[in-house]
C-alpha cells in the first residue's frame, strides 16, 4: 500500500487539473459570449477599423483624388490622355446673332471684305425720297440707265464703299424695288436710311407718305453686262484716278501692277482710286470684290473720261 507521502501530491495535482479545465471552460465560454455580440468582433477592433483603414489592403498610399469634373475619359485613362473640353456656359458664348439692324445671319467669312454692309443681313431703317434727276450723285457714275437708284445715308456710304451696290428695300406693305447706289445722302441722314429717287419710292408707297419703315439687305443681282473702267478728267502717267463702273457685287479693291508687285491704290469719297504719283496709270489692274474674288484687267489706254468696257464680271453671290 502507497505511502501517505505519495497520495498528497496526487491530491494536488488533481486540484491544479481541475483548476486549469475550470480556467480554459471560463476562457471558452467567455469568447463565445464575446463572439455572439453584434459586429462579430471585440468592440475595440471595429472601432480601430473605422477610424484607420479598412481591412482590405489599399490599393494606393493615399485617397483617390476626384474625377475631373465634365471629363469624358473612361477610369482606365493613363495621366497622359487629353482631357475632353469643358462645356461652354451660358456668360461664354456669343451672343445670339441680332435681328435685321445688325449681325449678318450666315457666317463671318462670308465675305471677309465687306465693309458695314454685309451680305445675309437685313437692315431696319427708313426710306425717304429726293428728285434723283439723271441718277448721278457722289459716286461719279454719270447718268443713270435707268432711276431706280438711291443715296445711301452717310454712316453706311463709309467713304463710298457702298458705291455701285444693289439694294433690295422692302416696306411693310409688302412692296419691294432693287435700287443701285449711286449717291449720298449727308447727316442727319442716320444709319439704316435711304434716300430714294421719287420714281423707287413710288414702288413702295405714295410720295405723299414721305417717309416710311423699310428693311433692306444687300443684293448680287443677275447680269449679262460686264464692268467698265473709266480713268478721271486730267489723268497722266503722273497723276490718275481710276474709277470701276457696272459691278455686280459692291468693290473692296482696286490694284496697279508695279515693278515689285501689286499696289493698292486709296478709294477717295467720290469713288475714284488715286495714284498720286502715276504708278500703274495705264497698265494691268486688278479687281477684288468684297467676297474676294479678283478679276485682272489688261489693255486699258489711259483716255480720260472714256468709259472702256471690259469682258469680265465679279460671279454672282
Known amino acids: 500500500m502507497a505511502s501517505a507521502s505519495h497520495r498528497r501530491p496526487l491530491r494536488k495535482r488533481r486540484t491544479a487539473l481541475v483548476w486549469a479545465v475550470a480556467v480554459a471552460a471560463a476562457g471558452l465560454l467567455v469568447s463565445l459570449v464575446i463572439a455572439l455580440r453584434p459586429g462579430g468582433e471585440p468592440e475595440t477592433v471595429r472601432t480601430a477599423t473605422g477610424s484607420t483603414r479598412p481591412s482590405a489592403p489599399p490599393t494606393s498610399d493615399g485617397p483617390t483624388p476626384p474625377a475631373p469634373k465634365h471629363s469624358t475619359a473612361s477610369p482606365s485613362a493613363s495621366a497622359s490622355s487629353t482631357p475632353a473640353p469643358a462645356p461652354t456656359t451660358a456668360s461664354a458664348r456669343p451672343s445670339p446673332a441680332a435681328t435685321k439692324s445688325s449681325a449678318p445671319r450666315p457666317a463671318s467669312g462670308t465675305a471677309p471684305l465687306a465693309g458695314r454692309i454685309r451680305p445675309g443681313t437685313d437692315y431696319d431703317g427708313v ?22 437708284v438711291a443715296a445711301m445715308n452717310h454712316t453706311d456710304y463709309e467713304t463710298s464703299r457702298a458705291c455701285g451696290a444693289y439694294i433690295l428695300v422692302r416696306a411693310a406693305s409688302g412692296a419691294s424695288v432693287t435700287v443701285r447706289v449711286t449717291n449720298e445722302c449727308p447727316l442727319p441722314c442716320a444709319p439704316g436710311q435711304l434716300d430714294l429717287s421719287k420714281e423707287a419710292f413710288a414702288k413702295l408707297a405714295g410720295l405723299s407718305a414721305g417717309r416710311i419703315p423699310v428693311t433692306w439687305s444687300l443684293l448680287s443681282p443677275g447680269t449679262s453686262e460686264t464692268l467698265s473702267i473709266r480713268y478721271k478728267t486730267g489723268s497722266s502717267s503722273h497723276w490718275c484716278g481710276i474709277q470701276a463702273l457696272g459691278h455686280r457685287n459692291p468693290l473692296a479693291r482696286l490694284e496697279v501692277r508695279t515693278g515689285s508687285g501689286w499696289s493698292r491704290l486709296t478709294r477717295t469719297e467720290y469713288n475714284y482710286f488715286l495714284s498720286p504719283d502715276g504708278t500703274g496709270c495705264g497698265g494691268p489692274l486688278r479687281l477684288t470684290d468684297i467676297y474676294g474674288e479678283q478679276l485682272t484687267v489688261d489693255g486699258i489706254a489711259l483716255r480720260p473720261d472714256v468709259v472702256q468696257p471690259t469682258r469680265v464680271q465679279f460671279t454672282r453671290r
Open 127 to 148: 426710306a425717304t425720297h429726293y428728285d434723283a434727276k439723271d441718277g448721278d450723285g457722289a459716286c461719279l457714275y454719270g447718268p443713270s440707265p435707268d432711276l431706280m
